[in-house]
């Protein structure tokens, strides 16, 4: 009879435990979502202008997106690998990953040229870039939503960013810095909301 006490304490103690392994995987009183599907936008966002989201947690601390949306060089996607500080993918978090804008063809914009500022068209190449982005997340409501603030930048693997249709146009060096500046690349802002699902 000198042996209940004990057999009582460790029963006690092996359901704490299991019950404070399980709580790691809650949050907030919701299970944390095992796919999160949202839209984003911003500078530079890794899926354009506005785009659609696809976030899969493989564990409580990392996750793998992809995304694909409208930019304002041809459509855009994206894949990203994500490192969260705080458990059920939330907190502050850093991803890298890398984009891919289609460009566009026969795109015409007004631009200094060797004979004054003049309609250029022009051949938007396709982009690749690469990426290093810190994250913001919070929760919204008590379902297992997101929103989230990201800074970053987004670095060019090449230059050449574009063909001029006509060959006997030629730009001024505030031709060629403008069309540097509109092509994908440099500082990154992004705003996002997620839904949480498949729980």
């Known amino acids: ?23 790691r995987y809650v949050r907030n009183d919701y299970s944390c979502p095992k796919l ?5 936008t911003g500078i530079e966002n ?8 696809v976030d899969v947690p493989v564990t409580q601390n990392f996750s793998l997106g992809a995304g694909v949306g409208l930019s304002s060089w041809g459509y855009k996607a994206y894949g990203e690998g994500r490192f ?11 991803g890298t990953g890398v984009t891919y804008n289609t460009g566009l063809t026969n795109f015409t914009t007004t631009l200094p040229t060797t004979a004054g500022d003049q309609d250029v068209a022009l ?20 379902n297992g939503h997101r929103i989230y603030l990201a800074l970053g930048y987004s670095i060019r693997l090449d230059e050449d960013n574009y063909s ?8 001024t060096s505030d031709g060629q810095q403008a069309m540097k500046i509109l092509a994908p690349g440099g500082f990154m802002l992004g705003f996002g909301f997620s839904w949480g699902v498949a729980r």
């Not at 999160?36 to 984003?40: E, W």
């Not at 890794?46 to 989201?53: A, C, R």
């Not at 396709?126 to 919204?140: D, E, M, Q």
């Open 1 to 23: 009879m000198n042996q209940l006490p004990r057999y009582a304490l460790l029963l006690a103690t092996l359901l704490s435990t299991q019950y404070k392994a399980s709580a």
């Open 36 to 40: 999160y599907i949202g839209i984003s």
């Open 46 to 53: 890794p899926s354009g202008l506005i785009g659609f989201n």
């Open 84 to 94: 969260y500080f705080g458990e059920c993918n939330r907190g502050w978090a850093l």
């Open 123 to 142: 051949d938007l190449n396709p982009r690749t870039n690469v990426f290093l982005a810190g994250y913001r997340f919070w929760n919204l409501g008590h």
């Open 164 to 171: 001029i249709r006509n060959p006997y146009v030629q730009l």
